[in-house]
């Protein structure tokens, strides 16, 4: 029996290899497309972001595009990272799906919902530096409303401050 090496290990590993395997859907980048990925449909045990629908309220105004993923098949979630020039969102596994992409050419923008504030988990940047993805973080803009662990329920301290940080970084 021969038991090849894996090709991804969680916070440590993605080897090309496997990332060219698990990328199918070709990039097609729809100039200006836009999308943020909610959570504000997810059930609070999944740990939400309280004022998170009134950030989504007037960044559609600045045209972006508001999907909640877990309402989309796989494969539509994937079409949406191969199609858009900006995906972003708060730090989930909503993220995940960009490996199913082949060369992703959108800007990831990713908000951390943990306690370290001003980094995301490190499975995020071994994907983004293995498929050569342009990826922002935006620290520390959340407090916590109830402390859950990871499943906390958390609320913005700044919403301009994020709207603004989303505008900046997808022009």
């Given at each position: 029996m021969i038991i090849p090496e894996p090709g991804f290990v969680?916070?440590?590993?993605?080897?090309?290899?496997h990332a060219d395997f698990l990328g199918k859907i070709p990039?097609?980048?729809e100039v200006g497309a836009?999308?943020?990925?909610?959570?504000s449909k997810l059930p609070d045990v999944a740990g939400r972001i309280v004022d998170e629908s009134d950030l989504e309220d007037e960044i559609i105004k600045d045209g972006w595009?508001?999907?909640h993923p877990e309402t989309l098949s796989l494969v539509d979630q994937v079409k949406i990272f191969a199609n858009a020039s900006v995906v972003a969102g708060l730090e989930g596994s909503a993220f995940h799906t960009v490996i199913f992409v082949k060369n992703p050419t959108c800007r990831l923008l990713i908000i951390p919902r943990t306690r370290r504030e001003n980094d995301v988990h490190n499975n995020y940047k071994l994907i983004s530096n293995t498929k050569n993805i342009d990826q922002r973080i935006f620290?520390?803009?959340?407090?916590i409303i109830e402390d859950n662990g990871?499943?906390?329920?958390?609320?913005?301290v700044s919403r301009a401050d994020v709207r603004d940080?989303?505008?900046a970084e997808s022009a």
């Open positions: 969680i916070s440590s590993l993605f080897h090309p290899q990039s097609g980048s836009r999308i943020w990925l909610s959570r595009i508001v999907i620290p520390g803009n959340l407090r990871y499943r906390s329920n958390l609320a913005f940080f989303l505008n």
